[in-house]
């Protein structure tokens, strides 16, 4: 009884010393957020209502940041589905010609030397699918929805420009009975783009080859029909990633059509905080919309900054001293030895579409190289009011052709000018100097005499350029031949 009375006593001692004690004060902090609240310090204190409301919208602002440059290639390249199924009459698995300046304007980064041949296949509706391609010049791959290498086909892909059959399976579909003498590759996206470029010059040589190309779902192989070819004409949509909250709502409609794929599963933990579940319904509050479509905005801005100033990406370095980069800096897979080119997909991705072996090859006479600038000699960015020579020096280190095309910077397309005239290349008349090196000119006004070798600017926009070196020779690999600067003239 008396240790039971002596506790009681104790505890009521503690509890009057208690109350001499001083209440420990409300802290507020400063941080680059703005001012947070706690009931006590901030070690001993919970956040005040207020406080956690921020914490929230600041939370879930910074993951729609970083959520938009992840996502970058998904929604990106499912916007090509949505131009390559405008052109009149287009199905899944028809060949949809790309070939006028309207057409490739639809596009990002696309080239305009050469034509494009285009296909969006979807393997769950078809199951797997058949390429049959020629022998013949030609260059293309199958790209998933991430924009990931399936395979090349034509001269860099596996049957080196020799034809073949190729039969592609989706995800959780196997190869079937009766796949002798095909090429068999896998893809983990039901959603496939098949890009190739006819490289012949001449054009009944290109017809010829294109009338050989056969696609067809493998279930029809016995009697295929003919492939459908449709042009693709131009039009006011863009396949690049759409501004605003149309964004998020296609993000959404992506992640329910496709696998997840292992890799990404804390992201998308991320998106489940935000409303985007797999299967689920897209239905956010007033409150999360407005977060969302902020973020879109500054995740812009941040792929701008990541894209044109390509900071702690050592591989976009060409040569001391040159404003001059390799643009595509990412390894088709996308993957490192030790981590997910998060960084580099999104680079490459804001301002260009697809890849490839044959992209980044380093082989000489194999694939292609993508130069890109965004400053002249002076180091100030390139502006449509301003006047600009690029020299190319004599010998340029190819085997097929050079190109250069401006691009506006808002779509990342073909720059829009009055007369269609996008690109210059080692295939048109141009005017040479004695030694064959080339001046070429850019901005609103052709320098006489010159007019062949201008490309017309639009004062009160940005552009970027493009050069391109198709079959790459040692000479560029060893940087024997290096490409000067664009110089503004004063």
Request: include cysteine; hydrophobic fraction near 40%; aromatic fraction near 10%.
């Amino acid at each position: 009884m008396k240790s039971t009375r002596t506790q009681r006593l104790l505890a009521a001692a503690l509890f009057t010393a208690s109350l001499a004690l001083p209440a420990l004060a409300q802290e507020t902090i400063e941080t680059r957020i703005g001012k947070l609240s706690f009931t006590h310090d901030f070690a001993n204190g919970y956040p005040t209502k207020e406080t956690v409301t921020k914490l929230y919208d600041e939370r879930d602002f910074q993951r729609a940041c970083q959520l938009y440059l992840w996502a970058m290639p998904m929604v990106s390249f499912g916007e090509v589905e949505h131009v390559l199924m405008d052109a009149p009459g287009s199905a899944y698995g028809d060949i949809i010609r790309v070939d006028t300046v309207p057409s490739i304007s639809r596009f990002l980064t696309g080239n305009a030397t050469t034509p494009y041949i285009m296909s969006w296949l979807n393997l769950e509706k078809s199951g797997p699918f058949v390429i049959e391609m020629p022998a013949g010049a030609s260059a293309g791959f199958v790209n998933d929805l991430w924009q990931r290498n399936v395979t090349d086909v034509g001269l860099p892909g596996p049957d080196k420009g020799q034809g073949a059959k190729y039969l592609l399976l989706g995800p959780g579909q196997a190869a079937p009975e009766g796949t002798s003498g095909y090429t068999v590759v896998q893809t983990t996206t039901f959603n496939n783009l098949w890009l190739v470029r006819l490289l012949s010059p001449e054009a009944p040589e290109r017809e010829a080859m294109l009338a050989k190309i056969r696609l067809y779902p493998f279930s029809q192989r016995a009697a295929a029909p003919a492939t459908k070819v449709v042009s693709l004409g131009g039009g006011a949509s863009v396949a690049n990633a759409p501004r605003g909250f149309t964004y998020w709502e296609q993000l959404s409609h992506w992640v329910s059509a496709e696998p997840v794929q292992e890799r990404d599963r804390i992201m998308m933990g991320m998106l489940k905080s935000l409303g985007i579940e797999k299967g689920k319904p897209f239905q956010p509050d007033a409150r999360m919309k407005t977060i969302m479509t902020d973020a879109t905005l500054v995740g812009e801005a941040m792929a701008k900054a990541n894209d044109y100033e390509k900071r702690a990406m050592p591989q976009a370095h060409y040569a001391d001293g040159s404003e001059w980069m390799f643009e595509l800096c990412l390894d088709p897979s996308q993957e490192s030895e030790f981590y997910t080119q998060l960084d580099e997909r999104a680079s490459w991705f804001y301002e260009a579409s697809c890849t490839s072996k044959g992209m980044v090859s380093k082989t000489p006479g194999v694939g292609s190289v993508y130069l890109g600038i965004n400053k002249d000699n002076d180091g100030n960015w390139l502006d449509g009011a301003n006047t600009y020579r690029l020299h190319v020096p004599p010998n340029a280190p190819m085997t097929q052709f050079w190109s250069i095309t401006l691009y506006d910077v808002s779509t990342r397309a073909l720059i829009q000018n009055n007369s269609e005239v996008t690109d210059r290349s080692s295939r048109q008349d141009l005017v040479k100097n004695a030694d064959g090196s080339v001046e070429l000119y850019f901005g609103p006004a052709a320098p006489k005499g010159f007019e062949k070798n201008w490309i017309p600017t639009v004062a009160g926009k940005a552009w970027f350029p493009y050069f391109r070196l198709y079959g790459p020779t040692e000479a560029h690999f060893d940087r024997t031949w290096k490409l000067p600067n664009i110089e503004k003239v004063k």
